[in-house]
């Protein structure tokens, strides 16, 4: 199976969600700027997405994927349904909990995560996220739904259904801000209901895909079909793994509460230059961590439950090729070119030139770590492959102690965009930390010409790096806003440049990405 192949198209379907979701932020940048009320969309809407990553994307999935993967490398597909029928039991009836809870508790979960928003704003953030929390529910399936697909090699339909939610945003936005807005009610709810809407479809798209494969779950919906579910073994193995996996993704998910509740003490539109910021660091996230992580994990869940060590470590060797070869030219343009990138998507209407500022600051801070960022999407994967949720759970914990030292350092002397500065430093630590625990296991044996290849790769960013300087430095990326279409056409040509420049200067020094299809 050639897994260059199989993440490139994951990359290629991410790339229309991150595109349609970087026109989001544009829509939400142009028409409410930065300011108390986008603020309190932000937080309103970080609630459901942390619980989202929690439960769903986070903790449920690393602890459901690699049992999934090992089911039904020895058991057979058969046996494997039966899981996942009883998975989805436990799942559902958690869920309505969860939402029923979430929407009592909407002001105490705003003030947890955002006390320093003006009362006006905060009233608007309980409003939006009691409309919004029944999200997580959705995601959550999809999450499920998703584990499955990828586990079958059916990468399509998970790494495509996002779009539909960046549509849902997009259209509701900018279809219901009038009305609101006569309606004496804040425009930027209609971006809430666009939430919503967003997260039924993904989860509709998914049920004819799980159909196609025989793997549609049968959950059932009383009592007694609860209580059976959950004495499935497959289930208990699931909840004991999730056990450290909750604490290590709850331990990330924490940072996050902390530097929201930290930026909404900052000052009106200090949470959202960082949520401008984050969504520009998401991209080379979703497009190549993302991508590794869903193609990687089930591979090295099979290859653990095969006892192939050597492709297991091949398979590490490869991802982390791949994070080098990949990722390190995008934080080389996170940090370089930082200001330009915002002022392309961002400087519009409502959105200032001292918005940009302010966000192109917290871009640099994400570029920091953003190797780090990435890197964990392939090494975490390597202890969930063995069923073992508690090594990165403990180091998530000691980097978070240290990300809270960092911002004690870092927020007092650059604002906000110590906020994510102090997390990418925190990403490279853990980063670094799963990887020699990896290779103290024995699990990771690097494979031999890591410092050629470092060498190589280091030529072409270096090169791609000078030339963004020169762009960065020459032209006046504020100024152009005064000709929308003559910026966005010098910043196509830009990046197409840049990736010319870094290419060539690997073809140069005799690297070949495309022979990397493959693990050797």
């Known amino acids: 199976m ?65 049992l999934l993967a090992a089911s039904r490398t020895t058991d057979g597909d058969e046996a494997t349904h039966g899981l996942v029928d009883a998975v989805a ?37 309980v409003v939006m996220t009691r409309f919004m929390f029944p999200y997580i529910g959705c995601m959550s399936l999809v999450a499920l739904s998703a584990g499955i697909l990828n586990t079958w090699r059916r990468f399509v339909v998970p790494a495509a259904s996002p779009v539909l939610l960046n549509l849902s945003m997009i259209l509701c936005g900018w279809a219901l801000i009038g009305p609101l807005e006569r309606a004496g009610l804040p425009g930027i709810y209609g971006i809430a209901v666009g939430v919503m809407l967003g997260g039924v479809l993904q989860l509709a798209v998914q049920w004819p895909a799980l159909s196609r494969i025989g793997m549609r779950p049968r959950m059932r919906w009383t009592w007694r079909g609860f209580r059976s579910s959950s004495q499935h073994p497959g289930v208990k193995r699931m909840l ?185 430093l925190g990403a490279l630590v853990n980063a670094t930390w799963l990887l020699f625990g990896l290779k103290k296991l024995g699990s990771y044996r690097p494979e031999a010409g890591w410092f050629s290849f470092s060498l190589r790769v280091g030529v072409g960013c270096l090169a791609m790096g000078l030339l963004q300087w020169q762009l960065a430095s020459r032209l006046d990326w504020i100024a152009l806003g005064q000709h929308e279409v003559q910026r966005a056409l010098i910043m196509a040509a830009s990046l197409a440049a840049s990736a010319a420049v870094y290419f060539g200067a690997l073809a140069l020094v005799g690297m070949r990405p495309r022979a990397m299809g493959r693990p050797r």
Not at 33 to 47: K, S, W, Y
Not at 96 to 124: Q, R, Y
Not at 347 to 354: E, G, M, N, S, V
């Open 2 to 66: 050639n897994l260059l192949r199989a993440a490139s198209t994951i990359s290629l379907l991410t790339l229309a969600s991150r595109i349609t979701g970087l026109i989001r932020e544009q829509m939400t940048a142009g028409l409410f700027g930065a300011n108390g009320m986008t603020d309190a969309f932000l937080v309103a809407f970080r609630i459901p997405n942390l619980l989202r990553r929690l439960f769903a994307e986070g903790a449920f999935s690393q602890a459901f994927v690699p």
């Open 89 to 125: 039991t436990v799942l559902l009836w958690a869920l309505v909990a969860t939402s029923v809870t979430g929407i009592l508790a909407a002001p105490v979960l705003v003030w947890l995560l955002g006390s320093g928003l003006a009362p006006k704003s905060f009233d608007a953030s």
């Open 240 to 424: 004991v793994n999730m056990g450290p996996a909750l604490l290590g993704v709850g331990v990330s998910q924490l940072s996050l509460m902390i530097n929201t509740q930290i930026s909404s003490h900052l000052g009106e539109g200090a949470t959202s230059w960082l949520n401008y910021a984050d969504r520009l660091m998401e991209f080379p996230i979703g497009l190549l961590g993302v991508a590794l992580s869903a193609v990687l994990t089930p591979q090295l869940s099979s290859a653990q439950a095969a006892g192939d060590t050597e492709r297991y470590s091949r398979l590490l060797d490869w991802g982390l090729r791949m994070v080098v070869l990949l990722a390190l030219p995008c934080a080389v343009a996170l940090l370089v070119f930082a200001e330009p990138l915002t002022a392309v998507l961002y400087h519009r209407k409502a959105f200032t030139a001292l918005d940009v500022m302010h966000t192109a600051q917290s871009v640099m801070g994400w570029g920091v770590g953003l190797l780090g960022l990435i890197a964990v999407k392939v090494l975490a994967p390597g202890f969930y492959a063995r069923q073992d949720t508690g090594t990165p759970a403990k180091i998530a914990v000691a980097v978070l102690i240290l990300t809270q030292a960092f911002n004690l350092v870092f927020v007092p002397w650059v604002g906000v965009a110590g906020l994510a500065l102090s997390i990418g």
